[in-house]
Structure formats: C-alpha cells, structure tokens
C-alpha cells in the first residue's frame, strides 16, 4: 500500500525461486523493506495521511502487518 516504487522494483528483481535459499533471502528482503515502510507510514501525522489519502486507522493496520505480509506483487 505504501510502498515506492523504486523500492518495489528493486524488491521484485531480487525475487529467486521459491523455495531455495536465495528464495528464502529473497523474501526476508522483501519483509524488512516492507517493515521499514510501515515504519515510516507510522510516523506520519494527520496531515500527512490525508494528504496520501489515508486515516490514522488505515495507517496503524498497516502497520501493524507482520514481516512476511507484503504486497502479493512483489513476489512475481
């Protein structure tokens, strides 16, 4: 949801196959770029969320999504 794009892209060319170790490492990448965002979208205030278009509730879900929960298009 609150993901750059560049990140993504980057996030999307590193994906291996799944189930092999670079797979695997592949997908903690993916995770930890993610926390990192939910990280960020939690420090915005009111102002901030409104101007992307999002309510403090929608932003604390987010959040609070755990490590392995990113975008289904990353994984490609």
Request: glycine share 6%; aromatic share 4%; charged share 25%.
């Amino acid at each position: 949801m609150f993901a750059s794009l560049h990140t993504a892209s980057l996030a999307v060319d590193r994906v291996q196959s799944r189930g092999t170790p670079l797979g695997l490492l592949a997908r903690l990448r993916l995770g930890l770029a993610a926390r990192s965002q939910r990280r960020a979208l939690a420090r915005l205030n009111d102002q901030m969320l409104a101007d992307v278009g999002l309510t403090a509730a929608e932003a604390a879900a987010e959040a609070d999504r755990p490590l392995w929960d990113v975008p289904r298009n990353w994984l490609r």
